[in-house]
Structures are given as structure tokens and as C-alpha cells.
Nanobody
Framework: QVQLAESGGGKVQAGGSLRLSCGFS????????MAWFRQTPGKEREFVAS????????YYADSPEGRFTISKDSANNTVYLQMNSLKPEDTAVYYC?????????????????WGQGTQVTVSS
């Protein structure tokens, strides 16, 4: 079973940067994808970015507007989300997830394993 642990959240001024990390343990099939979602109170969990574990193909939501980059370190079982030029609208709890994708990387139900979430707060 895959277990995920997130770190790197915090408070930052608008225009600043943060790098989120998601370390995981357990067996992950080569067909799995890793992804980042985010959620604010009263809203549904929102897809941010994903990366294929075997081929490193990436997908991004429109909302980051090119400011975020997802990457992975396969040897160290770690996925990153580099967030630059942060805006107050980026404030949310960010979740790391892993899943075997059958239909779409954007579907929350595709992901079987989730981290506990890490808070990102961007102030102006």
C-alpha cells in the first residue's frame, strides 16, 4: 500500500515562491500517476498538476497560468510542486495523490491514495 507524506507548505507574500514535496513509500505500479490537488473551504477539491511515474508526462490545470511546475525524483520516491509568482488566489490546502488512471488525470476518483494536506497561505 502506498503512503504519502507532504511538506513545504507555509505563509508567503504575493510574488513569492514555495516548493511542496511529497515523499511516498510502498509499491507503486509504473502505470500510476502522481498529482497535486488543492481545496479551499466550501469548494470542491481542484486538480492542479499531474505527472506519470513511468514516462514523466505532465498535465496542468489552467489556473496556475504557467507559474507551477511538477517534477519527480524516482530514485528517492519524491514528487515536487514548484510554485512561483504566488497570488492570494493560490491560498488553499494542497494535497498529494497517487492513482492508477483509467480515464482522466483530472478526475479526483482516479486517485486511491492521498496525503494529509499542507496549508499554503499567500498574503498581499
Amino acid at each position: 500500500q502506498v503512503q504519502l507524506a507532504e511538506s513545504g507548505g507555509g505563509k508567503v507574500q504575493a510574488g513569492g515562491s514555495l516548493r511542496l514535496s511529497c515523499g511516498f513509500s510502498g509499491r507503486t505500479a509504473s502505470t500510476y500517476a502522481m498529482a497535486w490537488f488543492r481545496q479551499t473551504p466550501g469548494k470542491e477539491r481542484e486538480f492542479v498538476a499531474s505527472i506519470g511515474w513511468s514516462d514523466s508526462t505532465v498535465y496542468y490545470a489552467d489556473s496556475p497560468e504557467g507559474r507551477f511546475t511538477i517534477s519527480k525524483d524516482s530514485a528517492n520516491n519524491t514528487v515536487y510542486l514548484q510554485m512561483n509568482s504566488l497570488k492570494p488566489e493560490d491560498t488553499a490546502v494542497y494535497y498529494c495523490a497517487a492513482g492508477y488512471i483509467l480515464e482522466s488525470y483530472y478526475y479526483i476518483k482516479e486517485y486511491d491514495y492521498w496525503g494529509q494536506g499542507t496549508q499554503v497561505t499567500v498574503s498581499s
